[in-house]
């Protein structure tokens, strides 16, 4: 082993000195480099250079793979140091977003490495600092939903009428017996059979408890996300993490127990054609099938403070479909996706995949997999969800870091035990994302448990990437008792998730009401979206052009994110297109018709899009009015191109 050096380096902010092993890489220098600069410097602009002015500048993220001993470096050599530091806003510097060529801040990761282009991370990771770091005054600088401003300035309180037993006031009086109860009344929710408080019922509740505004004291927000990592920045003045640690930044004890609020209380499919279509590609396949949800919030009247989440359009990325599961590729234009559904005011509220085996009974019928002795949801699924959830965090005033859980949801459509197809909707609690953010649990191959994560890497080594805290639950034993339960190795995965109810309208009033277009990535199955498909459904045949049939027939989200795709349509005129699609009014569709735009995109369809039948020659004109031809024939020459391969 190469013996250890002393290297020299000076910045702006002064010199300091570094014992390294000369074998090492130069990125493995940044987090004992970051320790001796201030905490707003921006790891990304870190540059060494062999002379204070006119050297040779490089960045420190493109010496990966380099040695020190590869520069010649030796004992008691100088080199310096230049940076820029990250923007404050606020007061409080903001870590900046990674991206493809750009990683994270090397303080955003517990081994204090940086995020390389190549690794692989199918969460977006929050920073690592950001969970302890608040915001003064959430309530001024935060911006929610609209919807969510709308339901804080309800009272949410639930009237009820007079008793005519223990009422003894009256018409306009009140008392204990007739007085509207509060959102979060246990009584009321047992009676009406809802099993987890709404969101804003919750906060109704802890806020209660947090602040009491007749005794006009200080306002504290009340809610705070769980973090169960180890906190950085330790006031104890001990090396960061891994290399120190006290009971100030070490996380505490994690004890499980059911998320008694759930985000989002009911899905709703704007129509169940939705369903039908995502179920065809099964039907047809074999195979198993994933899709997001767009759509939007309403607020939802069968619950106190409720929400529901109304779907308008699913759609299914590149992915590899087999009969017992998916794997989900890259997907390239999800932004592009993201970008068509926000012109048609709507965003991405949750995911949808099948888990379907059939009966082989031949009347449609398919096996009951999921139920009361078996699962709902298993491990990798609450892992699965729990990564989209922590990337789609919620804005709330309500927070003091100004975020808290998420609006997502997941739907799974599986058999139930009368042999018919239902869907079920879920989601997974703060706990869970956190722990899933923390690495702490990992899927189990036994979808009923999940399995708490050792402190040991592979090889034996104790782990520098991640603290792993003890974790408890609590259940009930033979004997009927609550015992809390140490959860490693394992722990039922009932705790890390809520159930949703789900329904449809009595009358289906879906935006998109013309969605016969083929749907995007379903080459398997024989179905593609080509051009003469676009051309068939705007009305242009030949040298034939149906502009109100056109104008009706872009209500169609596939057929949106096609138009988007082909790239013909400038902005405005695809905003527009997008209004169109939504309203379907027919005078703005006409405006739509008069743009360059649009008169471009049909002047492409008659080009290489539908065409009009092939007219017979006189010969078989004659042949077949004098009936030489015979139905044989025929259907020989309406097979002649046909291919069995």
């Known amino acids: 082993m190469s013996k250890p050096i002393l290297l020299r380096f000076e910045s702006k902010n002064g010199q ?210 769980p973090y169960y990592r180890v906190k950085p920045d330790c006031p104890s003045g001990h090396p960061q993490w891994p290399d120190g640690i006290c009971t100030k930044c070490q996380p505490s004890a994690i004890t499980l127990q059911p998320q008694p609020f759930r985000m989002v209380d009911h899905v709703e499919f704007a129509s169940p054609s939705l369903i039908d279509s995502f179920l065809n590609f099964w039907r047809i396949g074999g195979a198993q099938r994933v899709g997001f949800l767009y759509g939007h919030y309403e607020e939802y009247t069968e619950v106190p403070l409720g929400i529901k989440a109304v779907v308008e359009a699913i759609y299914e990325p590149p992915q590899i479909d087999e009969i017992d599961g998916c794997t989900l590729s890259e997907w390239e234009n999800e932004k592009d996706v993201d970008e068509v559904a926000r012109l048609c005011g709507l965003q991405k509220v949750g995911v949808i ?135 490693k190795p394992s722990f039922p995965v009932e705790y890390l998730y809520v159930t949703l109810t789900h329904g449809f309208p009595k009358e289906p009033v879906g935006i998109f009401n013309a969605s016969d277009f083929p749907i995007e990535n379903r080459e398997a199955i024989g179905e593609g979206q080509e051009l003469r498909t676009v051309a068939k459904k705007l009305g242009v045949s030949g040298g034939k052009i149906e502009g109100e049939k056109g104008v009706r027939a872009v209500a169609d989200f596939h057929l949106l994110c096609f138009l988007h795709g082909m790239g013909i349509l400038n902005k405005e005129e695809e905003s527009l297109l997008c209004h169109v699609a939504r309203s379907h009014d027919i005078a703005e569709g006409f405006q739509l018709l008069n743009t360059s735009g649009w008169a471009t995109l049909l002047a492409i369809l008659q080009e290489s899009g539908e065409r009009p039948p092939k007219r017979p020659s006189p010969a078989t004109f004659q042949a077949a009015r004098s009936g030489h031809i015979e139905d044989s024939d025929q259907l020989a020459k309406r097979f002649k191109g046909a291919s069995l391969r």
Not at 93 to 114: D, E, F, H, I, K
Request: overall charge neutral; charged content about 25%; proline content about 8%.
């Open 16 to 225: 300091f000195r570094l014992t390294v092993n000369p074998a090492d890489h130069f990125p493995s220098l940044l987090p004992k480099i970051l320790d001796n600069l201030p905490k707003d410097v921006d790891s990304r602009t870190l540059t060494l250079s062999n002379k204070p002015h006119g050297g040779e500048d490089r960045l420190l993220t493109s010496l990966r793979g380099v040695a020190i001993e590869r520069v010649g470096l030796k004992h008691g050599d100088k080199l310096y140091i230049k940076f820029k530091e990250q923007p404050q806003i606020n007061g409080n510097s903001v870590a900046p977003t990674a991206t493809l060529s750009q990683p994270y801040n090397s303080s955003n990761r517990l081994n204090g490495l940086p995020i390389l282009p190549t690794e692989d991370l199918p969460v977006a990771p929050l920073p690592q600092n950001s969970p302890t770091t608040t915001i003064k005054n959430p309530w001024e600088v935060v911006q929610q939903s609209p919807l969510d401003d709308r339901l804080d300035k309800k009272d949410g309180k639930i009237p009820r009428s007079l008793d005519q037993k223990m009422c003894r006031h009256g018409p306009k009086g009140m008392c204990d017996y007739c007085m509207p109860l509060e959102p979060y009344s246990p009584k009321y929710l047992e009676e009406k059979k809802i099993k987890h408080l709404s969101f804003h019922s919750h906060l109704r509740k802890i806020n209660s408890a947090t602040n009491k505004p007749e005794l006009k004291s200080s306002y504290m927000p009340p809610l705070s996300e």
């Open 353 to 487: 995949f099948s888990d379907l085996i059939d009966a082989g009974a031949g009347d449609g019928s398919v096996i009951c997999k999921r139920h009361i002795d078996s699962y709902y949801l298993s491990s990798l699924e609450v892992v699965f969800s729990a990564r989209l959830q922590a990337q789609n965090p919620k804005a709330t005033k309500w927070s003091d870091t100004g975020r808290f859980g998420s609006n997502f949801v997941t739907c799974v459509v599986s058999g139930d035990e009368d042999g018919g197809i239902s869907i079920s909707a879920f989601q997974v609690s703060n706990s869970a994302v956190e722990m899933v953010r923390a690495d702490i649990i990992e899927p189990s191959a036994d979808p009923t448990v999940m399995l708490v994560q050792g402190n040991e890497e592979g090889d034996g080594s104790e782990s520098r990437t991640r603290y792993i805290p003890e974790v408890f639950y609590r259940r009930i034993n033979e004997y009927g008792a609550s015992v809390q339960e140490n959860a």
